[in-house]
């Protein structure tokens, strides 16, 4: 009998400890798995917000360059805002440079602001406007 008592008495304590192994270990699988997403978010984030700005940067060349094809003598100024959408749009200035224009464009996403700038040449509007059938 004093044999089986020590026996249990030396178990009392192994429950507990297996519990708690099993508590540590799911939280740091838990953890491990709530870092991870976080991190993958972060990344789509940064992601998206580079798919928002080049296709914004595209999207003001375009709109300079249907301009400069409507209007060739063209020269100043253009803001756009986007429609629905809070804090993104861009500037468009267009200068002429010996026969072939200057656009530069700031393109404003959320609280950023990126300058980019291209030479249209002459040639590259014809183009544009041969392509358009004009």
Known sequence: MQVKKNRLLRRSGYALMMCLMVVAVTSSIVLTLFHSI????????????IVVKNSLADAAFEHALATLIDNPNFSGTLNFAVPNERNRGYTLAVQPVSGD???TAVLRVA????????LITAKQLDQRRKTLGL
């Open 111 to 118: 609280a950023t602001n990126t300058t980019v700038s291209r």
């Open 38 to 49: 976080r991190l993958q978010t972060a990344e789509s984030l940064a992601r998206r917000q």
């Open 101 to 103: 224009h200057q656009i």
